[in-house]
């Protein structure tokens, strides 16, 4: 380990250090400062109220990733093409790259960090583990976070279903065949 | 030879992914996560113009902007201005000349990335506007403007094989192109550099090679190599697009320029411009053979776009043309391949590596050879096809198993699905273009081969550190290499080999970094066999040591025997690794040993047409894939569904459209990458044909799927359609031509 | 993306006085075009007024037997609504087949309506563009134009509209209700699109201060029997090379009602009236759809780049055609 490392503050430096270890030394992240033209708002994550804040032209997206430090919602192309961004608002799937922060003030935003309950995860998660859902992992939030909405909309009654309802989230390592066996297992486990 | 224990998640398993859990819990910090304390954010003002003269740039409004850390140009660069992963000749930032659009011309540092950009926007630069050289065979053949003082011809290939100027009885001639394909990983590229006081810098990046990354930045930095440290952060998918340097440099020169973190990330739209694409190519093919369908000679003139720096054109020049007749007996083979300097973006690697372009011409040679003979295209392919002991174009003669006969039978064999009722398996997906009228189906199949590891005399090696040790009343295995995990399972597969051979269960995977020695790069799906070489041979290390510890060698060694053995002491080996010496190419006559290995996959290409419209789905898609010996089998069926569909990509979607040199769709709206409905379900046939060189017998796995899958569904489309479709990506409107 | 102040509207009157005299002010509802335009610097508001409060919201039958939509209601509850999917299966049809379902749980009915071409060129600042600066030029005309426009097409734009709702608007005849400070209007969906000519950067028939409240849609009986189709690169999430909107009655061998409408092909949800009128009356018969459709587009005007569409085009009216008499005769 490099002296520089103990720098760290945040937990996702630390984090990249640590793909198959145990991980160590995990402190919250102090907020990005901003500039001028902030207004103060409230942003309900993950079962937490958050005050943040933002200008008005801060996404969601980059409210959730440099604002709370919850970076698991990616970033993959910011112009609603790729999906990774996908988050719950008040239980629909969203983009979040296409939606202010500002705008969603009052409403209850389920990201990828607030599925698991401690140390259990989600049955979506779990699912995608099991079935080896991904490769290099960064379209799986949004992959995950859409699963758990196609379930909940009721859109996994066949494999064609799910493929239909799933199609708005790309995964360029292709593990797409996996991605349905996933959302299928994880179908059957949820109680609707 | 010592027989070990067998533990839980071993070699031949599905052992789990160990960063599974972190990047389902999206607790897996890819570079565009990182964070630190006082950083400002970098970004890169790049050329609106494909080809022009810089005749001035002044930072002097960019400089006022409030927020505004520091403004680079190429004067700013430390070191030496020009950097390239073969041969350098690309510069950090432009000097006097852009060659591309989107070459980096400056760099700006803000406390804010709005800032930056707002900067950004006030560098004036005036550009001499020149026109493009952008066609390839006019490059090729010293009718365009030279672009580089060695003028455009970045390396031209000649394979002369056999008797020359031979006559055949059946001769099929055709041209192909392929149209340029991008990598299109999912995580666009970024990077946290951290300078210290020293004058050193850490660069915390997402990468394919940590070392021939750091060796280019020391060098553009002016700084030894020892000064610029890198580690690996999480890479969001990597495909070749993050062989070259993209902002590696940049982000160091900000940091060290500031003092302070400089974290840079790509948006999509800039990612387009910031990485190398696959290179389009032109081919003319001519197949002679008897009458009985058996090729007697195959010519080949093959033309490779290398844009505006070379990259690795060279090697994929090597690659087309060595490769470039397919995994057939060919008697005499004339085969000249130029990879050239155009205007058009920058080509270099991307999964199947020159091998790709040569297939789709190669295959849909065979199938009208088929044709022109009267013959099924697998009996064509059957009758040619090479077998351990063949001897390739370059000479080489093939001295492991090449099982491409059995490969094709299993995927020919394997019962074709039966006609889908369901309207949303129909053409067109759930909008039900069609209800099954004018639908027509085809079936179509290719096969390849790609070499594994690199060729050409290169000194391919890995280096890994095996520390054993016992930690709370367990033995732990902890291994350290630069070899760079994208996605693919290295680690996964590190850890295997460590369990196998070490009888050890808990193996942690030290973060990647370079104050190990070079891994080599994550490509040419070459790091599980020389990496996994690497630590194989590391781990032998530690047993010997182990066994020099009890003093004789024959007993089984288990986990219990370590603990007692070892002790509080710690066993620590770094092994550098090697596999056989290739040897550099014949300059007139491509002959050699160029290549370590060879990798071998067939595909049948299941596909309903919807002929009125144009519109095709891909119904199945069969693979058979000899991998010499599955380390882990499912990560083995995700490399092999992932360049399927990469194949597929390319075949009836992917293309980067230019321009007069300009890129433009560089989005996900305008640049289509298959969908989850685009990718239909495969049937898979894993051979295991041990490759008696190689660590445990192994095949590099990744490439090959992405080679073959492309003709085969084009096949399947010819079938269908009776069109000659001599291009890829086919799109609708190619089916529906009246021709 | 530029700066700007916000402001949020909870009640129709106090959102059009926002925007009431700001030249350079927008309304935002789903976000899913606008906040993607203006991350692109292609639309540059210096105020957004928040919409997405207003309560626009209800899906509602009218006593004349038609349905009023909300502005701002979702696609995705717009599509699965009991009375679409009943009474206009080819709107469920088309916004399905629009975009992902996650850009379908934000978008709404009145910003699909004013949804903004995916011109290459219009996305590409560096580009000459009339429709983004206009007088600039238009460089899709000798550029990549694959995608764009053949019939309605000047030579100054070549943009087609994106929306797939819009064509199944355009075939239902529905009307578009808007609101300003100077009163409420109606505007026939035919007229709210408006071509290129002269001046391609304007879009629409709605003036600056204008806020769409609502789309009614009247009562249409051979809506039942209608049928959507998209003709895309790829099977899902990708705008429409060419789509058909239509619907069919057949009495005896005889067309007694149709309707039908093009995507794909023009600056505006097309209304194919031509083909309408030569299948009025005409025996419903593969020659008739062929003869039909090839009065639409004799009309087309196309670059080398996009001449396809025009066959395309045709082809698509017939599929869509054909298959209608055959689910009429089932039905």
Known sequence: MTPQRSAYTRRTVLKSTAAATAVTHLTSAPAIADDGGTSEITLSVNGQRHRVAVEPRVTLLDALRERLGLTGTKKGCDRGECGACTVLVDGERIKSCLTLAVMRQGAEITTVEGLARGEELHPVQEAFIRRDAFQCGACTPGQIMSAVACINEGHTGSEAEIREWMSGNLCRCAAYQNIVAAVADAAKETPR | ?739 | MKSFAYVSARDVPTAVSAIAGSPNAKFLGGGTNLVDLMRGNIEQPDTIVDITRLPLTGVDLLPDGGVRIGALVRNSHLAAHPLIRSRYPVLSQAILLGASAQLRNMATVGGNLLQRTRCLYFYDTAAACNKRAPGSGCDAIGGFNRNHAILGVSDNCLATHPSDMCVALAMLDATVEVESTRGVRRIPMNEFHVLPGDTPHVETSLAADELVTAVELPSVAVAANSRYRKVRDRASYAFALVSVAAALEVTGTTVTQVRLALGGVSAKPWRATKAEEVLLGAPATEESFRQAAAAELAAATARPGNEFKIGLAERTIVAVLRELVTKGDAA
């Open chain 2, 1 to 739: 030879m010592t027989t070990t224990v067998a533990t839980q998640g071993g070699i031949g398993t599905n052992a789990q992914r160990p960063d599974g859990a972190l990047k389902a819990r999206g607790e897996f910090a890819y570079s565009s996560d990182l964070w630190h304390e006082d950083m400002v954010w970098g970004v890169t003002l790049r050329s609106p113009h494909p080809y022009a003269r810089i005749t001035s740039i002044d930072i002097t409004e960019a400089l006022r902007v409030p927020g505004v850390q520091a403004v680079l140009t190429h004067e700013d660069v430390p070191g030496t201005n020009i950097y390239g992963l073969e041969h350098p000749d690309q510069p950090v930032l432009a000097e006097d000349v852009v060659r591309y659009q989107g070459e980096p011309v400056a760099l700006v540092a803000a406390d804010h990335p709005e800032t930056a950009r707002r900067a950004m926007k006030r560098i004036e630069v005036a550009y001499e506007v020149l026109p493009p050289v952008v066609n390839t065979e006019d490059a090729a053949h010293g009718r365009a403007e030279p672009l580089h003082p060695n003028g455009n011809v970045v390396r031209h290939v000649k394979v002369r094989h056999g008797p020359q100027d031979v006559r055949a009885d059946v001769v099929v001639t055709g041209e192909y192109e392929v149209g340029m394909q991008d990598q299109a990983f999912l995580g666009p590229e970024s990077g946290l550099a951290v300078p210290a006081d020293d004058g050193s810098v850490d660069l915390y990046i997402a990468t394919q090679w940590l070392h021939a990354d750091q060796r280019q930045i020391a060098v553009a930095l002016g700084l030894p190599p020892e000064k610029v440290r890198l580690t690996l952060s999480g890479v969001g998918g990597a495909f070749g697009g993050r062989e070259d340097l993209s902002m590696q440099v940049h982000a160091c020169m900000l940091a060290l320029r500031t003092g302070k973190p400089v974290k840079m990330v790509y948006n999509r739209e800039e990612s387009f411009y910031g990485h190398v694409h696959r290179h389009p190519a032109r081919m003319y093919y001519e197949h002679g053979a008897t009458r009985n369908g058996k090729i007697v000679y195959v010519k080949a003139r093959i033309y490779l776009d290398g844009g505006a720096y070379a990259s690795s054109t060279g090697a994929v020049v090597a690659n087309a043309a060595t490769l470039g007749v397919g995994p057939y007996d060919v008697p005499s083979v004339t085969v000249d391949c130029w990879g050239v300097y155009t205007n058009n973006p920058p080509c270099g690697a991307m999964r199947g590596f020159g091998a790709v372009q040569a297939a789709f011409a190669y295959e849909s040679q065979m199938d009208r050879l088929a044709d022109a003979v009267g013959l099924d295209p697998v009996e064509v392919r059957i009758r040619n096809a090479m077998s351990e002991g063949a001897v390739m174009p370059t000479g080489q003669v093939v001295d492991s198993p090449a099982p491409v006969v059995e490969l094709l039978t299993l995927v020919r064999d394997k019962p074709l699905p039966a006609k889908g009722n369901d309207l949303t398996d129909m053409p067109g997906g759930v909008s039900n273009t069609t209800h099954g009228e004018g639908v027509v189906r085809g079936v179509g199949y290719g096969v390849s081969i790609k070499n594994v590891g690199f060729s050409d005399s290169f000194d391919d090696y890995s280096t890994v550190r095996v520390r054993l040790s016992v930690i709370g009343g367990q033995a732990v295995a902890s291994v350290h290499t630069a070899a760079v995990e994208v996605g693919q399972g290295l680690v996964t597969v590190l850890q295997q080999i460590t369990r196998t051979e070490l009888g050890v269960d808990v193996v942690t995977i030290e973060p990647m970094d370079t104050s190990i020695g070079d891994a080599g790069s994550t490509s040419a799906s070459r790091q599980t066999y020389v990496t996994g070489g690497a630590l194989r041979a590391a781990c032998a290390a530690v047993r010997a040591a182990l066994f020099e510890r009890i003093g004789h060698t024959d007993l089984p060694l288990d986990h219990d025997k370590i603990v007692e053995v070892l002790g509080t002491d710690v066993i620590d080996e770094v092994v550098e690794w090697r596999h056989r010496p290739t040897y550099r190419l014949d300059p007139e006559t491509g002959q050699g040993n160029a290549h370590v290995q060879y990798a071998f996959a067939a595909h049948r290409a299941v596909v309903d047409v919807d002929v009125e419209l144009g519109l095709v789905k891909v119904v199945e898609l069969v693979c058979a894939q000899d991998v010499g010996k599955a380390i882990n089998p499912e990560a083995v069926l995700g490399q092999i569904q992932g360049g399927t569909a990469q194949g597929l990509g390319l075949a009836v979607m992917e293309e980067i459209q230019l321009a007069d040199g300009k890129i433009r769709n560089p989005s996900f709206t305008d640049y289509l990458i298959p969908t989850v409905l685009d990718m239909p379900p495969m049937v898979i046939d894993v051979l295991e044909r041990p490759d008696p060189h190689a660590p445990y017998g192994l095949r590099g796995v990744g490439e090959p799927p992405t080679i073959s899958s492309t003709p085969a569904i084009v096949a399947a489309i010819r079938a269908a359609t009776g069109m000659a479709l001599t291009r890829v990506p086919v799109r609708p409107e190619h089916i529906t031509e009246t021709s």
